[in-house]
């Protein structure tokens, strides 16, 4: 049903290394999320934007930053990836209105050695 | 401020049998309730959701949950598991001052026993 995707699944670097995960979606949705998810622990928050050229920080802290320069692209860059980014990265999308369901990707499981 | 907390991070339950899954929640205003369900190696995907009106909301799969306010609770519940019923299933929360925004809880990883 999800027509939102992520690139890459599996991501394995090094540290100090810039990367950019992907996410992309068709359902022409003005709102999505980054969550960040680690093994037993809820998803936290860490970035969203509510439309082209709008983007906010979530509730969790990140030293990661992203970009909306289209509507169906909202990518997540890490500059100097370390250690403890290492983690699950989950994009969604949702129509507008607050009980609306979120679309998830499959996510990226990011390993930075 | 808006929290979840999931009863339980493991539950174990045999094929047949009634799956309970139990859901806190905090929130200073009415609160719009979600239940996902999450498959290895999936993103996740929504079981079922509570916004207004009937307090007994069904969703896929035979699931269903029912919004008690006097007992902040949005317990999931299924009257016979399924083999296909082992996923990790998050409740997550959220209202309409927070534009669309989820917390999550923790997790329950729930297994199948033949």
């Known amino acids: 049903e999800a027509d939102i995707y992520q690139t890459p699944r599996y991501l394995v670097i090094g540290t100090g290394k810039k990367i950019t995960l992907e996410c992309s979606q068709t359902?022409?949705?003005?709102?999505m999320y980054w969550y960040q998810q680690d093994p037993g622990m809820e998803l936290h928050l860490i970035h969203y934007s509510y439309g082209v050229n709008s983007t906010e920080k979530g509730d969790l802290s990140s030293e990661s930053t992203v970009s909306r320069i289209r509507t169906e692209h909202f990518p997540l860059t890490l500059e100097s990836a370390r250690p403890s980014h290492t983690s699950q990265y989950l994009c969604?999308?949702?129509?507008?209105?607050?009980?609306?369901?979120?679309?998830f990707g499959s996510g990226t499981q990011l390993s930075v050695l | 401020a808006q929290s979840v907390t999931q009863l339980g991070s493991h539950v174990s339950v045999s094929e047949g049998a009634l799956v309970l899954l139990r859901c806190n929640y905090s929130?200073?205003?009415?609160?719009?309730l979600f239940w996902y369900v999450q498959y290895p190696n999936q993103g996740l995907q929504l079981l079922l959701k509570?916004?207004?009106?009937?307090?007994l909301v069904k969703g896929i799969n035979g699931f269903e949950a029912e919004f008690k306010k006097s007992e902040t609770s949005f317990h999931l519940t299924k009257p016979s598991a399924h083999m296909s019923d082992a996923a990790e299933y998050f409740c997550a929360v959220s209202d309409a001052n927070q534009g669309g925004k989820l917390i999550f809880g923790q997790g329950t990883e729930l297994s199948v026993k033949p």
């Open positions: 929130s200073s205003v009415p609160p719009y």
């Open positions: 969604a999308s949702s129509e507008e209105g607050p009980g609306e369901k979120l679309f």
């Open positions: 359902m022409g949705h003005d709102k």
């Open positions: 509570y916004t207004t009106g009937a307090t």
